[in-house]
C-alpha cells in the first residue's frame, strides 16, 4: 500500500510566487483601502507631477527596450508571439510618452495639456496593451514563422502617429472619461474593469504556458499582469488626478512593467547566454578530463574487445569440434582433411560419415561469405546433414541427390536472409561396388579424381541448383552422377578458396594442384596433404587470407 508521502505531490514554488505576487498587491491594496482616512492625499501639483514623470518615463523606457528586444531576437528565433510583442510595446511606449507630456499641468504640447487629453491617451495605451497582450498568449508559445518584422514596426508607426493626431486635435471625438470636481465617468471606469478582465485571461494563458513548458518566465509574465490588473483597480478610484490612489496606480503600473520586462528579457536574452555559458562550462569540463575520458573510454572498448575474441575463440573451437579428425579411417577408405578459416570462424565445412556397412557419406559445403554469420549458417547444416537428422527413407536407400534435396527444402523452412545461399557436394561411396555417386548443389570448385595410373578426371557430369532460398518459386531436380573407382584412387574435394584467383596471390593455382596430385599419386596421404600446406604458405607468405580454404581427400 502507498503512503501519504508517496501520493503527496512535489511543491512547486513557482505558483507561491504568483500567489505571494497576488496576495501582496491585494494588501497593499486593501491597506490604503482602510486607512483611506489617514493615507488619502492630494499632493501638490508640482510634486505629483515630478512623481508622475519619473514613474511614466521609467515605464515608457521599459517599453521601448522590450521592444527593442523582441524585435532584434525576432530575427534569430521568428517566434511570432514576439511580432505581437513588437507592435504592443512600440505603441504602448509612445502613447505613454504622449499621455506624460500631455498631463494636466505640464507645458504645452502641440495643444494645451488637459486632463481630458492625458486621460483619452492613458485610456488607449491600456486598452492596446491589454488586447495586444491577450493576442501573445492566444499564439502558441512556440509557433514560428517568417514574417517580415519591418511592417510590423511600420504599422506601429503609423498608428502611434494617428493617434496622437486624433487625440490631440479631435479630442472632442472621445466621450468625457473624468469629469472634473465629479470624478471618473461610468465610461472611464467600464473601461478599466474591461483592461483588468483582459489582464485576468491574458494571466491564466501564460499560467498555461507555465505548465506544459514548466519555464519559470511565464510565471513571471503571469505575476507583471496580475500587477496590471491592480493598475486599473486604483485607477477606478482616484477621485483627483493628484490624489494618492493615482500614484499608487502608477507605482503598481511600474512594477508591473519590471516583472513584464524581467520575463521578455530572460527568455530572449538572458536564457540564450546562460545555456551558453552552461554549454562552454561543459565544453571546459569535457577538454579538462578529456585524457581520463578517452582512457576509460579504451579501457572499456579493450575490455569488450577482449571478451568478443575471448567468445570467438570458444566459438571456433565448438566449429572445429563438428569437423572429422584431420586423419580418418572408415572401413578400408582413408581420408585426409584441412580447414584453414580467413578469419577466426568459416563460412566452410565437410562431413564423412559411415551411412551403413557398405556405404560411406561425405559432403563439403561453402556457404555465401564468411565469419559469424557464415558460422552459424555451418551450425544449421551440420544439424540437418547429419546422420542422425537425416529421415530413415533417405538413409534405406541412400543417394546424394536425395541428401542435397533434403538439404534445399529445409534452407527454405528457415527464416534466413534471402541473399544467404550455400553451394554444396555430396558423395556417396559403396564399397562393394566401389562405385562413388554424387551430386552438386551449386559447388563452382569440382572434384578431382586421379587414378592410380595418373590419369586426371574432373567429377563435373552433375551441375546442380545452389542452396537458397527460391523454395516458393522454383524447386531443382538435383541429378546424380556416378564413377567407377579401383583400389589407390585418390579424390579432393575442395572449396574454391584454395584455387582462387586473388589480386596479388593465388594459394595454389589449379593446374599446380593438379600436378601435385599425379606427382605425389605414391606418397601417402599425409605426405600429400603436407605438400599441399607447404604451397598454400609459400604462395600466401605473409598475405592474410582473402577466403576460407577447405579441403579433403579420398582414397580407396
Given amino acids: 500500500m502507498l503512503s501519504t508521502k508517496e501520493n503527496k505531490r512535489k511543491l512547486d514554488f513557482n505558483y507561491i510566487y504568483l500567489f505571494l505576487t497576488t496576495v501582496g498587491s491585494l494588501v497593499v491594496f486593501k491597506i490604503a483601502g482602510l486607512f483611506d482616512a489617514s493615507i488619502y492625499r492630494i499632493l501638490g501639483t508640482n510634486l505629483y507631477l515630478s512623481y508622475h514623470t519619473l514613474l511614466e518615463f521609467a515605464s515608457i523606457v521599459i517599453s521601448f527596450i522590450l521592444f527593442t528586444i523582441t524585435y532584434y531576437t525576432y530575427s534569430k528565433n521568428h ?22 507630456m500631455s498631463y494636466n499641468g ?10 481630458p487629453k492625458a486621460t483619452t491617451f492613458w485610456m488607449i495605451s491600456r486598452l492596446i496593451l491589454a488586447f495586444g497582450l491577450l493576442i501573445s498568449g492566444c499564439i502558441p508559445y512556440n509557433l514560428k514563422g517568417n514574417l517580415p518584422r519591418k511592417y510590423f514596426l511600420m504599422g506601429s508607426i503609423v498608428t502611434a502617429i494617428g493617434l496622437f493626431y486624433i487625440v490631440t486635435y479631435q479630442i472632442d471625438w472621445f466621450p468625457p472619461l473624468f469629469i472634473a470636481g465629479q470624478g471618473l465617468t461610468p465610461l472611464k471606469i467600464l473601461l478599466e474593469y474591461v483592461v483588468m478582465f483582459l489582464f485576468g485571461i491574458t494571466a ?6 507555465y505548465r506544459r513548458t514548466h519555464n519559470r518566465i511565464f510565471i513571471i509574465f503571469a505575476s507583471g499582469l496580475i500587477l496590471g490588473i491592480f493598475t486599473e483597480a486604483a485607477f477606478t478610484i482616484y477621485k483627483s488626478v493628484y490624489d494618492t490612489y493615482n500614484l499608487l496606480g502608477h507605482v503598481y503600473k511600474i512594477l508591473s512593467s519590471y516583472l513584464l520586462f524581467r520575463a521578455v528579457f530572460i527568455y530572449n536574452l538572458d536564457t540564450p547566454y546562460y545555456e551558453l555559458e552552461k554549454a562552454r562550462e561543459q565544453i571546459k569540463l569535457y577538454a579538462e578530463n578529456l585524457e581520463k575520458i578517452v582512457a576509460r573510454r579504451t579501457a572499456e572498448i579493450q575490455k569488450a574487445n577482449e571478451k568478443m575474441l575471448e567468445d570467438l575463440e570458444y566459438a571456433k573451437r565448438i566449429q572445429q569440434s563438428l569437423l572429422p579428425p584431420k586423419e580418418l579411417n572408415i572401413y578400408d577408405v582413408k581420408f585426409v582433411s584441412q580447414y584453414i578459416p580467413c578469419e577466426k570462424l568459416s563460412g566452410d565445412f565437410y562431413h564423412i560419415h559411415a551411412i551403413d556397412e557398405d556405404n560411406i557419406g561425405m559432403f563439403i559445403a561453402d556457404v555465401a561469405g564468411h565469419g559469424i554469420s557464415a558460422a552459424m549458417m555451418t551450425l544449421f547444416a551440420d544439424r540437418v546433414m547429419k546422420p542422425s537428422k ?21 534452407f527454405n523452412k528457415s527464416d534466413f536472409p534471402n541473399e544467404m545461399h550455400i553451394v554444396m557436394f555430396y558423395a556417396i561411396y559403396n564399397r562393394k561396388t566401389r562405385v562413388l555417386a554424387y551430386c552438386s548443389g551449386g559447388m563452382n570448385s569440382l572434384p578431382l579424381l586421379v587414378r592410380k595410373n595418373g590419369e586426371l578426371e574432373i567429377l563435373d557430369k552433375s551441375m546442380g541448383f545452389p542452396i537458397c532460398k527460391f523454395g516458393d518459386l522454383f524447386e531443382p531436380d538435383f541429378q546424380k552422377a556416378e564413377v567407377k573407382l579401383d583400389k589407390g584412387d585418390r579424390v579432393l574435394f575442395y572449396t574454391d578458396g584454395l584455387t582462387e584467383d586473388y589480386k596479388d596471390h593465388v594459394p595454389v593455382p589449379l593446374e599446380h594442384l593438379e600436378k601435385i596430385l599425379i606427382e605425389n599419386l605414391h606418397q601417402p596421404l599425409i605426405s600429400l596433404n603436407d605438400v599441399i600446406l607447404d604451397e598454400i604458405r609459400e604462395n600466401t607468405k605473409d598475405i592474410p587470407n582473402e577466403d576460407d580454404i577447405t579441403y579433403f581427400i579420398m582414397e580407396v
Fill in 106 to 115: 505640464m507645458p504645452v504640447f502641440f495643444t494645451a495639456s488637459s486632463i
Fill in 390 to 410: 537425416i529421415p530413415a527413407r533417405f538413409l534405406s536407400n541412400p543417394s546424394p541427390n536425395k541428401m542435397i534435396k533434403h538439404m534445399y527444402m529445409e
Fill in 79 to 100: 517566434r511570432i508571439r514576439l511580432l505581437v510583442f513588437v507592435s504592443v510595446f512600440f505603441i504602448t511606449g509612445t502613447i505613454d510618452f504622449f499621455h506624460t
Fill in 204 to 209: 491564466v494563458l501564460y499560467v498555461r504556458d
